[in-house]
């Protein structure tokens, strides 16, 4: 992937999980990136450390690296007990990336927001990005995360600043200390034989360079399409997206062009030639199959009518990111529970699964966290994990795929493969030190 123009980059958050990755992939591809952060963690770039709340900091790191592209990436991680902070980085910290932005006369802003912005509690199937947040949050961390996406997509084309907010589900990867961290956690407590709910609930996670790679397409695409552009964009609608093959791998439907040889005494005509096209695994196939949209489908034609194309600008849009393959909620957890024993020689997994119901875990939950205010420490199991362990959370991602040219390049099973040797190495060298 070659960027559309020879942007300058400035990663803010780029000493962060998510950040380091999008740096990575920026140098991967021999682009000019500096990093604007708290703490410096790597040396292979240049580093600016401020506060991301003052707009006369972020301006300072803009001069001095020449940005034409902010990715802002920084955020407080998920989970801790403090509002105000999750505000003065979130939307403090958004306000001043945005103020210095148009001061230096900066393009492209990307933002990396979050797919829980619009969880409300309950079950989410197959939505898209014309769910707005919820009325109330779920908790500080969503509401800062919801409000600073408000901003970026508000200041979009004002002061000659283009800006995309991207929303990551369920993020994981090498380099996590959150996600698996708490997994881990469970794991050493020899808790891996409960379960709260019945694990039919589907949920979306996004590898991390799937996400870093997103965040490249958006900026690469951060500027208005021609009036061609977007006419081909609508030509591409009319037929359907292929299947994401990335852990399950391609698959074929067997036609009179492409299918195996059966059982039979003379070839039938033309035999050769389709079954070397099912042998073939770079074959075609027949021409593409038409999209079938109805009226409340978001790319159909009266929507976009309705909505004068916008959705097909990357410029003012949020787009959800996932990999694109929902699984039920307790399987990863199991993967790597599984992947711990195989390593550290235990059979914690051996024991049979214990589900409780979501009412009895909410109980326990509100019991456990009333124990941790009790004796003033911070609660593992809560209301909002239990909430979260049980409902649906899959996002349609089809616009990122048309608009972005989104595709998931890594695939669960080979993800959650490198996040565990990771984690592993990680865990064993921290041990020996």
């Known amino acids: 992937m070659v960027a559309s123009s020879r942007d300058v980059y400035l990663v803010i958050g780029g000493s962060g999980f998510l950040g380091r990755h999008i740096v990575e992939a920026l140098l991967a591809r021999k682009d000019t990136v500096s990093v604007f952060d708290i703490v410096q963690r790597h040396h292979d770039v240049p580093f600016y450390s401020g506060d991301i709340s003052e707009e006369g900091q972020v301006s300072d790191a803009l001069r001095k690296s020449g940005a034409t592209c902010i990715i802002h990436t920084a955020s407080p991680p998920h989970g801790m007990d403090d509002p105000a902070l999750y505000w003065k980085v979130n939307v403090d910290g958004t306000k001043a990336v945005i103020a210095a932005a148009v001061a230096n006369g900066v393009s492209k802003l990307v933002y990396t927001s979050s797919a829980g912005v619009v969880f409300n509690g309950h079950s989410l199937i197959n939505i898209d990005e014309r769910l707005p947040p919820p009325p109330k949050a779920m908790d500080a961390y969503n509401e800062s995360k919801a409000k600073a996406e408000e901003m970026v997509l508000e200041a979009n084309s004002k002061g000659g600043l283009y800006t995309v907010a991207l929303r990551p589900s369920g993020l994981f990867g090498p380099g996590d200390r959150q996600v698996f961290a708490g997994l881990f956690e469970v794991y050493q ?32 695409r951060l500027r208005p399409l021609s009036t061609e552009e977007v006419a081909e964009l609508k030509e591409q609608l009319r037929y359907a997206l292929p299947y994401i093959t990335c852990t399950t791998g391609a698959r074929k439907m067997p036609t009179s062009e492409c299918r195996p040889l059966g059982p039979c005494v003379t070839p039938p005509p033309n035999a050769e030639t389709f079954t070397a096209h099912w042998n073939d695994p770079n074959y075609a196939g027949n021409a593409p199959k038409p999209a079938v949209r109805g009226r409340f489908d978001p790319l159909s034609a009266t929507a976009l009518e309705r909505d004068d194309d916008a959705p097909l600008q990357v410029a003012g849009q949020v787009f959800f990111i996932t990999n694109g393959e929902p699984m039920y909620f307790w399987d990863v957890p199991r993967i790597a529970w599984r992947f711990f024993d195989e390593h550290f020689g235990t059979d914690k997994t051996k024991r049979s ?43 349609n991602i089809e616009k990122a795929r048309r608009v972005l040219g989104y595709e998931p390049q890594v695939g669960m099973e080979e993800g959650l493969r490198k996040t565990l040797e990771w984690w592993v190495a990680d865990k064993q060298k921290s041990q020996k030190a």
């Open 189 to 220: 407590n020899n808790q891996t034989h409960f379960q709260i709910g019945d694990n039919t609930n589907l949920f979306d996670w996004t590898y991390v360079e799937n996400a870093a790679y997103a965040h490249l397409l958006a900026a690469d």
């Open 353 to 395: 699964i214990i589900t409780l119901p979501k009412e009895v875990g909410m109980v326990l939950a509100s019991g456990a966290e009333w124990w941790a205010w009790l004796v003033g420490k911070k609660p593992g199991f809560t209301r909002f994990r239990v909430t979260f362990s049980c409902v649906w959370r899959c996002h």
